[in-house]
């Protein structure tokens, strides 16, 4: 699978219909990340709103009630103040990583748990604005992907994003944008799912929502979610889950919120101030 096969949908850090939308109308000059509402179901939201807060602060409670509670009842004839077990919030399952290469998370566990934990970090890189960029996206290709498809892989990529395609989307040929600007990319793994499972090749689904676009006042190609499927074909080589193939699909998309669209100088303030995670299943 390269970037040419099945459905990309604009999967490469932005580059099409999917992961960059254009403003559907020019508009009178206005700032599209403005005061504009996400849509249109008025004096509703605020009532609504309030009752979601209300519920979600409840199930918080009523969780934090529960998980004292078995490690309350978890500690019983200990006599000496200290819990016998793991706490109720400690982490479990594998470690996700033993390290990372050239910025992006490698030595994942040789099992299906380690499989999706990959495919969610991998996902990750595979759609970041750094794809876009010449000579980190050789990198992530060579990390990523199994040794007999880097070669392939580095050429349809660099075709993909050619001159032509970068400079349609505001990005010079070392893929940064203009002054005053900062292009947005980022993924975030919402679940994943293991379709298939081998000691030496696996496939997992990877859903994933983000924002997508670039800010800035001239902008055509404003920050906007997105929500779609990555599906990672892996083989366990080098000692290290690696992607042999992808493709992606639209979805699975909740209904949009009544979030009020923040200025475009926050959603680039936010970018730079709030760092990626780690993903494991």
């Not at 000579?135 to 349809?156: A, M, N």
Request: a negative charge; hydrophobic letters at 30%; one cysteine or more.
């Amino acid at each position: 699978m390269s970037p040419d096969d099945e459905r990309n949908d604009g999967l490469f850090g932005g580059s099409g219909e999917t992961r960059t939308r254009l403003p559907e109308g020019e508009g009178g000059g206005d700032d599209v990340y403005g005061g504009a509402r996400r849509s249109g179901r008025g004096g509703r939201s605020s009532s609504r709103s309030l009752v979601t807060v209300v519920g979600v602060v409840v199930l918080l409670i009523a969780a934090i009630a529960f998980a004292n509670r078995g490690g309350d009842e978890s500690s019983s004839g200990g006599g000496d103040g200290k819990k016998a077990g793991s706490s109720a919030t400690a982490p479990t399952g594998e470690k996700p990583v033993g390290g990372k290469n050239s910025g992006i998370p490698s030595g994942f566990a040789h099992d299906e748990q380690g499989a999706q934990s990959a495919a969610s970090n991998y996902a990750v890189s595979l759609v970041s604005a750094d794809i876009l960029k010449p000579d980190r996206r050789t990198e992530i290709v060579r990390q990523l992907f199994v040794t007999d498809k880097v070669s392939e892989l580095e050429g349809k990529f660099d075709k993909t994003y050619s001159r032509d395609f970068l400079d349609k989307i505001g990005l010079d040929e070392k893929g940064n944008a203009a002054p005053g600007q900062t292009y947005v990319s980022r993924t975030v793994p919402v679940g994943t799912k293991a379709t298939a499972y081998s000691d030496s090749a696996a496939t997992v689904e990877v859903w994933c929502t983000g924002a997508f676009g670039t800010t800035g006042q001239d902008t055509t190609n404003p920050v906007s979610n997105d929500w779609f499927t990555l599906t990672l074909k892996l083989r366990w080589a080098d000692g290290d889950w690696k992607v042999e193939s992808f493709r992606s699909k639209d979805g699975p998309a909740p209904v949009n919120g009544d979030n009020k669209v923040s200025p475009a100088d926050e959603i680039a303030k936010a970018v730079q101030e709030y760092g990626g995670f780690t993903y494991a299943r």
